[in-house]
T-cell receptor, first 111, second 113 residues
Framework: ETGVTQTPRHLVMGMTNKKSLKCEQHLGHNAMYWYKQSAKKPLELMFVYNFKEQTENNSVPSRFSPECPNSSHLFLHLHTLQPEDSALYLC??????????FGNGTRLTVT | DAKTTQPPSMDCAEGRAANLPCNHSTISGNEYVYWYRQIHSQGPQYIIHGLKNNETNEMASLIITEDRKSSTLILPHATLRDTAVYYCIVRVGSNFGNEKLTFGTGTRLTIIP
């Protein structure tokens, strides 16, 4: 148990579907992150939120839409994805004096 | 942030010390060395970090050379559960708030029974 919970663990969706990934942290952290890990590639930072405000968008396509309603919850809304978007999507949280804590990810397959 | 170089893979016998090297020859004076690991089907897990002094915690030891151009992560008594990809990362500061860690390809460590 890392203190960062991601749901669902696995998701299969068609290219015309709309789905959402959810992340919840129970650590009292103020910063939350979305990372993408494609097969045989390093982790890529997608978005950063600090105190619910987006502070980083790493040139992510608009078919990925993040939402951070409060410091404990983070969503990634998915719409009209492509097969190359299939990957492990990792959520993380942190705050001053605490290292980055990752969830176990959502394995997304786009068909 | 400075680039790091790690061997792509290593094996270690169970019960022995696993020594994972990392080169960071362009590290700046204010950059820290961090180590994370990722066990299959899980998210990365923080292990340890340091600036220039050697560090030890319940998981591992970090040895940084005097010129800070390289470091070694030591798992003193490796177990099968230590099989994972280990990432060496350098970045400015140890303010963990608003992290933007850049992960490389890491070292795939396999513990042999």
């Amino acid at each position: 148990e890392t203190g960062v919970t991601q749901t669902p663990r696995h998701l299969v969706m068609g290219m015309t579907n709309k789905k959402s990934l959810k992340c919840e942290q129970h650590l009292g952290h103020n910063a939350m992150y979305w990372y993408k890990q494609s097969a045989k590639k390093p982790l890529e930072l997608m978005f950063v939120y600090n105190f619910k405000e987006q502070t980083e968008n790493n040139s992510v396509p608009s078919r990925f839409s993040p939402e951070c309603p409060n410091s404990s919850h983070l969503f990634l809304h998915l719409h009209t994805l492509q097969p190359e978007d299939s990957a492990l999507y990792l959520c993380a949280s942190s705050q001053r004096e605490s290292p980055l804590h990752f969830g176990n990810g959502t394995r997304l397959t786009v068909t | 942030d400075a680039k790091t170089t790690q061997p792509p893979s290593m094996d270690c016998a169970e019960g022995r010390a696993a020594n994972l090297p990392c080169n960071h020859s362009t590290i700046s004076g204010n950059e820290y060395v961090y180590w994370y690991r990722q066990i299959h089907s899980q998210g990365p897990q923080y292990i340890i970090h340091g600036l220039k002094n050697n560090e030890t915690n319940e998981m591992a030891s970090l040895i940084i050379t005097e010129d800070r151009k390289s470091s070694t992560l030591i798992l003193p008594h490796a177990t099968l559960r230590d099989t994972a990809v280990y990432y060496c990362i350098v970045r400015v500061g140890s303010n963990f708030g608003n992290e933007k860690l850049t992960f490389g390809t890491g070292t795939r460590l396999t513990i042999i029974p």
